[in-house]
C-alpha cells in the first residue's frame, strides 16, 4: 500500500493538472482543447483524471473528500467538452459514394482517414494506445460483414480510442447519462445529414397520406433505395462505431448510444412505409405497395441483425408489423379491385365495337399482377369467395372452382377476374343497337384476353391450358354469331328461290323479280359496307381472318349468282342500275371492312 503522504503528493499533483485545464477559470483552458495537444498532454490529463478516482476511494484522504469531489466534477466538465469536440471534428454525413445499396463486397473505409503518421510515429508513453490501434485496423475490415451489410468506418482510430478512454472515465465517474445524451446528439445530427442527402423527409404520417399518389410513387422509389442504405450501411456502421467506442464499458452502454443515436430517424424512415400501409386503398397503388412489401421483406434480416438487442424491439416489431399490414392492404386492394371489375357501370358503348378501356385495363393490371407472381403467390392464400354455379345472383356469374383442381389461390383469382370481366363485358354488349356490332364486340374483347393472356409468359404459365380454350371458343362463336346476323340477310338476296315462274327453267325468270332482287342486295351490302367500314378489329390477324371468312361466303355466291342471272338484267334497260358492283369490286370492297374510318372511295364511285 502507499504512503499517506504519497498519496497525498499525487492527489496534488493531480489536482493542479485538472484545475489547469478549467475553463471557467483560465483563458488558455478556454481556447484549447486538451486532445487537439501531443499524445503526452493528454495522457497526463487522463492519468491525473484517475488518480482523482483513487483518492476518492482512499479512506486516507477523507478530510480531502470536498477536494476531490471538486476536482472530478470539473474533471467530467472538461471530459464532456473535450468528448463532444472530438465527435463534433469527426462527425460528418457518409460520403455519397457510399451511400449505395450493398452488394457483396470488401468493407469500404469512410472519409474519415487517419494518416499513417498521426498514429504510427505518434510519441507516447503508453503502448496500450499503439495496440488498441493496431486492434481496431486489424478487426475492421472483417467486421461482422454479411452479404448484404455493409459497414463503413466513420471515424479514424485515434478518434475512437480517445472517445473511448473519455467515455471509460465519464462512466466509471458515474456520468453515464451525460456522455450518452452528447454521443447521441452529435451522431444523431450527422444521422439527419445522412437522411437529407438520401431524399428523407421529415413527414408525418398525416403529411404522407396528404400527398397525391403520382408524388407518392416517387417517393416510395426513393423510399425503397434509401431504407436499404439506412439499414445495410448507416444504421449498421452508426452501431459498429457505438460498439467500438462503448462495448464493455458497463450494461449495454453501447446499445444505449446507438439507440440515443438512431431511435428518432429509424422511426422516421419507417414511418412512411407505415403510412402507405394504412392509407386509402385503390388499385393503382397496389404495384408500389408490393414492391415496398418486397423491399421490406428483403430488409427483414438485415433490421434483426442491426436491431438485435432488448432496447431496439421496438424498431424490429414496427418493422415486422408494418410488413404485415402491406401485405393485408395488397389482399385488401386484390379483393377491391375484384368488384370494382364486376361492378364497373359505364354504359356508354365503345365505337365500332372495338376493345373496351376496362379490358385493357384489367388485362394489363393483372398481366402486371403476373410478374409479381412469387409475392402474391406468398400473399394470397385462398381462393376468391363468391362465384358459385349454384349461385342465385344475377349480377354475379356462376364458376365452380372445383373444375380448376391444382391451381394455386392467386391463379384462381386471375382467373375468376377474367369471369367476371367477361361477365361484365356481356352486359355491356347489349347497350348496343346492333346486333352484329354486339357480337364483334365481344369478339374483339374476348380475343384480346386470350391474345393478353398468351402474351406474357407468367400469366400464360398460371391461366390453365382449357381454360384458354374455352375462351378462345368464346370469342370464335361471337364471330361466327357476327357473321349470321349480318350475312344471312345479305346471302339471301343470291339465292334462287323466288326468281321463276311456271315454263321452262331457261325462260322462267321473273325479271322484275330478279331486278328487285339485285337492288336489295346493292341496298344490303352498301348499308353493310358503309357501317362496318367504320367498325373496329384492331388486331390485323384477327381483321384478315374475318374477311377471309367473309369472303369465302360472299364472293362464290355472287359470283354464281352473277354468272346465272347476268344476263337476263343486261338484256333489258338500264342494266347498271341493278348490276352496280363486280366481283372486284365487292373484293375489294371486303377490304374495307372493321378498318375503323369511314366508307372507301372505290365503292362509292360505283354506287354513284
Known sequence: MEAPENEAVAFESAEKIILRWDSTVSEEAREKMIFDSDRYEINRYLHAVDEIQRSMESTTLSDDQDKANSAIQIAMARLEDEFRSILVAHTNAIEADSLTDPSPSPVHSGEFQVPEEDYHDTPTDDDSFTKELEHQESSSSSYRSTSSIREVDLMPPVAIYDLRSIAERMISAGYLRECIQVYGSVRKSAVESSFRKLGIEKLSIGDIQRLDWETLETKIRRWIRAAKVCVRILFASEKKLCEQIFESLGTATDDACFMETIKGPAIQLFNFAEAISISRRSPEKLFKILDLHDALSDLLPDVEIVFESKSSESIRVQAVEILSRLGEAARGILS???????????????????????????????????????????????????????????????????????????????????????????????????????????????????HKTKGSPELGEMIVDDFLRKLTGKFRQAATSYQRATWVRVLHCLRDEGLHVSGSFSSGVSKSALRERFKTFNVLFEEVHRTQSTWLIPDTQLREELRISIAEKLIPAYRSFLGRFRSHIESGRHPENYIKYTVEDLENAVLDFFEGYAVSQHLRRRSQ
Open 336 to 450: 377491391e379491385f375484384e368488384n370494382a371489375v364486376l361492378r364497373e357501370p359505364s354504359k356508354v358503348p365503345v365505337p365500332g365495337g372495338t376493345i373496351h378501356p376496362l379490358t385493357r385495363y384489367v388485362m394489363n393490371y393483372i398481366s402486371l399482377i403476373s410478374d409479381y407472381k412469387k409475392t402474391m403467390g406468398e400473399l394470397i392464400v385462398s381462393q376468391p369467395s363468391t362465384g358459385s354455379r349454384y349461385s342465385s345472383d344475377p349480377n354475379t356469374p356462376d364458376m365452380d372452382f372445383a373444375d380448376l383442381e391444382g391451381l394455386t389461390p392467386l391463379a384462381l383469382h386471375l382467373i375468376w377476374i377474367i369471369v367476371i370481366l367477361q361477365f361484365n363485358l356481356e352486359g355491356k354488349s347489349k347497350h348496343y343497337r346492333d346486333t352484329s356490332l354486339a357480337h364483334l364486340f365481344m369478339m374483339n374483347n374476348v380475343h384480346y384476353i386470350v
